[in-house]
T-cell receptor, first 113, second 111 residues
């Protein structure tokens, strides 16, 4: 799986959009970009994933650049409960097996009141 | 609908002992993966079970072994515990190739 680079920490004001960047310059054509988050002392939680096109769900939006070498996770209206470590992961779907995820160190997002 | 459940939530062992951790997957999920998360680090993949067989394995020694039962539940066994095995052990389930859903983990402390 391709390696990802994320800033170690970010702050965001409550109610504002949180934009979390991720670089994955060695991503290959069949690799997806996944985002998970981990709130302190809990298991990781799936947020969103995408291949080429921008994606949106009830939690967040994922913007992938045209060359697919970087992406941004957007939390449109951050709340205090969004304070967590956010992991950007690149992974491919291998036929015959579910996804094996390689987690890096992630970005610690702190939402400030 | 219950999510992924793990037991025990916390346990303390001494070096050289053996430990068994248990995981019940989310309803309808047939694939179980195990991850180890040391303090301050991201989770690291241990292995994955599907149809009662180990399908993929990460870079972990043979002291780490597992099992999946016909009802899809799973166990993680660690033999000859080392201090470095102290970590949060996470179980994740998925419906085949679907997204992973993680449990809250079992925190193991080795003294």
């Amino acid at each position: 799986d391709a390696k990802t680079t994320q800033p170690p920490s970010m702050d965001c004001a409550e109610g504002r959009a949180a934009n979390l960047p991720c670089n994955h310059s060695t991503i290959s054509g069949n690799e997806y970009v996944y985002w998970y988050r981990q709130i302190h002392s809990q298991g990781p939680q799936y947020i969103i994933h995408g291949l080429k096109n921008n994606e949106t769900n009830e939690m967040a939006s994922l913007i992938i650049t045209e060359d697919r070498k970087s992406s941004t996770l957007i939390l449109p209206h951050a709340t205090l409960r969004d304070t967590a470590v956010y992991y950007c992961i690149v992974s491919y779907i291998s036929s015959g097996s579910a996804r094996q995820l390689t987690f890096g160190s992630g970005t610690q997002l702190t939402v400030l009141p | 609908d219950a999510g992924v459940t793990q037991s025990p939530t916390h346990l303390i062992k001494t070096r050289g002992q053996q430990v068994t951790l248990r995981c019940s997957p989310k309803s309808g999920h047939d694939t179980v993966s195990w991850y180890q998360q040391a303090l301050g680090q991201g989770p690291q993949f241990i292995f994955q079970y599907y149809e009662e067989e180990e399908r993929q394995r990460g870079n972990f020694p043979d002291r780490f072994s597992g099992h999946q039962f016909p009802n899809y539940s799973s166990e993680l066994n660690v033999n000859a515990l080392l201090l470095g095995d102290s970590a949060l052990y996470l179980c994740a389930s998925s419906p085949g190739f679907g997204e992973l859903f993680f449990g809250e983990g079992s925190r193991l402390t080795v003294l």
